[in-house]
């Protein structure tokens, strides 16, 4: 079986690993045209901040380790076309520019995705950044250390873990997003609206619902930032307004959503017999509603990939689906959620209630505490769990998980009610603050109820 893999970042790595763990007489080729795999982008801002002192540090993989598992590695090798029906595609060594074909039994489409970029004026200046790979850190670090007046383009988890990292070397940072929210796709304004504060306490402008118009210069660097409601200074422009799947090699030959992110089934099958996709390039499988979502996680990725190579001879080990679970710490917040919130539930044709509650993690007594802000999303009728918030000071992430779960297994408020957690004072109360939201979920239901009786 010969399997030929295009792209090596978090979901060709672990597609590979898996087919030679798997299959170790497969014969595996893998295509990649940057110079390096398995690079983790969520731990930029960490490299730029200085968090992070070696970013090599940022790499679980390298060419060495897949050729040692007994992997063809081709790097610097740009993938040019795919030929689904004769099975083979066209490749060019970037360095010698030398063309040729591959033949393949199987295909692997991790071909990732790519910076959204809009058509405005000055993306060419020097100092204007996208933010994605290895070498755009390594050039956003380089250049950094004379720049004082940063704007950082889009509100999102990388936007904003780039903008703390600059707050916190004291230069003079400015986010610019369009939309009236910051992370808006995670949180809802409860959150949101304690977040902003806290970029603004820190000296950040936030400057939001402006759309970017151009970037202006001289002598070919970038200077100024001019939006549909002011100009700004700006020494280095980093943009982050989100990503797009990379995948216009396969465009008309598989079928994709929309947007152009590939349609896989349970065993990361694409529309067309034996060519396989995962990761970025990819739709997930989206358990809140059932249906299709673009959700480029790292964490989706590596877990479509393996899926590549348990299923890559057969329906082996079916995809339980993704419900977009994520974390971020945030001037000394931590930050979860999981599912659809109040504002993408009816994007996903969900009709939802909500309830929201502010707590206390552990009981009173203890010597010092820290609140909870909490809010969880459900199913009219159904009072299926389809979303979950949290953040504090304290280190509550992991509740994030376990709100994954409840949905993934599709249980309700009243599960969360009365799930049977721990306690001990030192970490809870005699209800767990996950207990205390869904009995307060139960308590809105049974006031609906009251409502609809008394009309």
Same mark, same amino acid.
């Given at each position: 079986?010969?399997?030929?893999?295009?792209?090596?970042?978090?979901?060709?790595?672990?597609?590979?690993?898996?087919?030679?763990?798997?299959?170790?007489?497969?014969?595996?080729?893998?295509?990649?045209?940057?110079?390096?795999?398995?690079?983790?982008?969520?731990?930029?801002?960490?490299?730029?901040?200085?968090?992070?002192?070696?970013?090599?540090?940022?790499?679980?993989?390298?060419?060495?380790?897949?050729?040692?598992?007994?992997?063809?590695?081709?790097?610097?090798?740009?993938?040019?076309?795919?030929?689904?029906?004769?099975?083979?595609?066209?490749?060019?060594?970037?360095?010698?520019?030398?063309?040729?074909?591959?033949?393949?039994?199987?295909?692997?489409?991790?071909?990732?995705?790519?910076?959204?970029?809009?058509?405005?004026?000055?993306?060419?200046? %020097?100092?204007?950044?996208?933010?994605?790979?290895?070498?755009?850190?390594?050039?956003?670090?380089?250049?950094?250390?004379?720049?004082?007046?940063?704007?950082?383009?889009?509100?999102?988890?990388?936007?904003?873990?780039?903008?703390?990292?600059?707050?916190?070397?004291?230069?003079?940072?400015?986010?610019?997003?369009?939309?009236?929210?910051?992370?808006?796709?995670?949180?809802?304004?409860?959150?949101?609206?304690?977040?902003?504060?806290?970029?603004?306490?820190?000296?950040?402008?936030?400057?939001?619902?402006?759309?970017?118009?151009?970037?202006?210069?001289?002598?070919?660097?970038?200077?100024?930032?001019?939006?549909?409601?002011?100009?700004?200074?700006?020494?280095?422009?980093?943009?982050?307004?989100?990503?797009?799947?990379?995948?216009?090699?396969?465009?008309?030959?598989?079928?994709?959503?929309?947007?152009?992110?590939?349609?896989?089934?349970?065993?990361?099958?694409?529309?067309?017999?034996?060519?396989?996709?995962?990761?970025?390039?990819?739709?997930?499988?989206?358990?809140?509603?059932?249906?299709?979502?673009?959700?480029?996680?790292?964490?989706?990725?590596?877990?479509?990939?393996?899926?590549?190579?348990?299923?890559?001879?057969?329906?082996?080990?079916?995809?339980?689906?993704?419900?977009?679970?994520?974390?971020?710490?945030?001037?000394?917040?931590?930050?979860?959620?999981?599912?659809?919130?109040?504002?993408?539930?009816?994007?996903?044709?969900? %009709?939802?209630?909500?309830?929201?509650?502010?707590?206390?993690?552990?009981?009173?007594?203890?010597?010092?505490?820290?609140?909870?802000?909490?809010?969880?999303?459900?199913?009219?009728?159904?009072?299926?769990?389809?979303?979950?918030?949290?953040?504090?000071?304290?280190?509550?992430?992991?509740?994030?998980?376990?709100?994954?779960?409840?949905?993934?297994?599709?249980?309700?408020?009243?599960?969360?009610?009365?799930?049977?957690?721990?306690?001990?004072?030192?970490?809870?109360?005699?209800?767990?603050?996950?207990?205390?939201?869904?009995?307060?979920?139960?308590?809105?239901?049974?006031?609906?109820?009251?409502?609809?009786?008394?009309?």
């Amino acid at each position: 079986m010969k399997v030929v893999v295009i792209g090596c970042t978090h979901a060709g790595t672990s597609a590979v690993k898996t087919v030679l763990a798997d299959h170790p007489d497969a014969e595996v080729k893998v295509y990649e045209r940057n110079d390096n795999v398995s690079f983790l982008s969520c731990g930029i801002a960490l490299y730029v901040g200085g968090v992070v002192k070696d970013p090599q540090g940022l790499f679980y993989s390298s060419p060495k380790e897949l050729t040692e598992l007994g992997a063809d590695v081709h790097m610097e090798h740009d993938v040019t076309a795919v030929d689904t029906e004769q099975k083979q595609i066209t490749v060019r060594n970037i360095k010698t520019d030398e063309v040729f074909t591959e033949s393949y039994d199987k295909l692997v489409l991790t071909i990732g995705s790519w910076p959204i970029i809009p058509p405005i004026a000055g993306l060419d200046l %020097d100092n204007v950044q996208l933010c994605k790979n290895y070498n755009q850190a390594k050039e956003i670090f380089e250049k950094k250390n004379d720049k004082k007046k940063i704007v950082v383009v889009g509100g999102g988890y990388i936007g904003i873990e780039l903008v703390e990292a600059f707050a916190n070397e004291g230069r003079e940072v400015t986010l610019i997003d369009g939309l009236d929210r910051i992370l808006n796709k995670y949180l809802d304004p409860e959150f949101t609206d304690i977040l902003t504060d806290e970029l603004k306490d820190h000296g950040v402008k936030v400057q939001l619902n402006e759309m970017v118009k151009g970037f202006y210069g001289e002598d070919g660097k970038v200077s100024k930032v001019v939006t549909s409601e002011g100009e700004y200074e700006a020494d280095m422009v980093i943009m982050c307004v989100g990503f797009r799947p990379n995948t216009e090699l396969v465009k008309g030959q598989v079928d994709m959503l929309p947007n152009g992110a590939i349609i896989v089934d349970d065993y990361m099958r694409t529309s067309v017999p034996d060519v396989f996709a995962a990761g970025d390039s990819c739709a997930v499988n989206y358990n809140p509603n059932g249906g299709h979502a673009y959700i480029p996680l790292a964490t989706n990725a590596v877990r479509m990939g393996m899926l590549v190579g348990k299923n890559i001879d057969g329906e082996n080990l079916r995809y339980r689906g993704t419900q977009s679970t994520s974390g971020l710490h945030l001037f000394g917040y931590n930050i979860g959620s999981t599912g659809v919130n109040d504002a993408s539930a009816k994007f996903f044709g969900l %009709d939802t209630h909500s309830v929201y509650v502010e707590d206390f993690y552990r009981p009173e007594f203890m010597p010092d505490n820290e609140k909870l802000y909490m809010k969880l999303v459900y199913e009219v009728g159904t009072h299926r769990i389809v979303g979950g918030q949290i953040m504090s000071k304290y280190d509550c992430t992991a509740s994030a998980n376990t709100l994954s779960v409840f949905i993934q297994a599709k249980m309700t408020i009243e599960d969360l009610a009365l799930t049977d957690f721990f306690f001990q004072p030192v970490f809870d109360r005699p209800w767990n603050y996950l207990n205390i939201l869904g009995q307060a979920a139960m308590a809105k239901e049974q006031s609906l109820e009251k409502e609809a009786v008394a009309k």
